[in-house]
């Protein structure tokens, strides 16, 4: 059973070693309970390295997320001998962090493919695929509910800010905010979730 102490920074070494110690065998045994105290533990410090490099509190929620489930899933990855849990637990948030960064430039560069469709395409062959991804944004929001949609195409395709979509569509602020998250948030794993075209012929 594992003993949740609250530890803090004037706690033992030995003992906080003993203590991380007990939780990683927790973890290891799929311990429920010990998982909960991994992330009473560590969760605050990966939220926080999360929001600084993301600048983002939701996008860094959503990352916390899914590096505490990384965990769990990946539990039989951890091996103490290459270093301690909080360590295992920080290589995790940088890979969820550079997929979170990655994810965001892919939204944005689709976002831009589809705002630049005023000048006639150059003839290369990079046309289909930029044709492709316009589809695909364009068939991402046309799945979206009305008002993340309606949202996302005055930001996207208008240009407005977020308190101009709230003035316009007399919704406050918050809302608007919440559409678009939420918009966002369904258009990357809609995009996520396409199959990629395969390259072996």
Do not use: N
Not at 112 to 122: F, I, K, Q
């Amino acid at each position: 059973m594992i003993t949740d102490t609250r530890r803090t920074a004037s706690a033992p070494p030995v003992e906080e070693t003993r203590y991380e110690e007990e939780l990683a065998r927790g973890l290891a045994a799929a311990d429920e309970e010990a998982f909960a105290a991994i992330y009473r533990r560590w969760g605050s410090l990966v939220h926080t390295m999360a929001t600084r490099l993301l600048g983002d509190t939701h996008e860094a929620e959503d990352v916390t997320q899914q590096v505490f489930l990384g965990a769990w899933h990946g539990r039989a990855g951890f091996r103490p001998e290459r270093g301690p849990l909080g360590a295992w637990l920080v290589g995790i948030t940088r890979r969820k962090i550079v997929d979170a960064l990655a994810a965001r430039t892919r939204r944005l560069t689709l976002a831009d493919s589809a705002a630049r469709d005023a000048s006639p395409a150059p003839d290369d062959e990079a046309v289909p695929e930029r044709v492709l991804d316009r589809v695909l944004l364009v068939d991402a929001l046309a799945r979206l509910p009305r008002h993340q949609r309606e949202v996302l195409c005055m930001a996207f395709y208008e240009d407005l800010t977020q308190a101009q979509i709230a003035e316009r569509t007399g919704m406050p602020l918050g809302t608007v905010k919440s559409h678009a998250r939420r918009g966002l948030h369904r258009l990357r794993q809609a995009i996520e979730q396409t199959p990629a075209q395969s390259t072996d012929g």
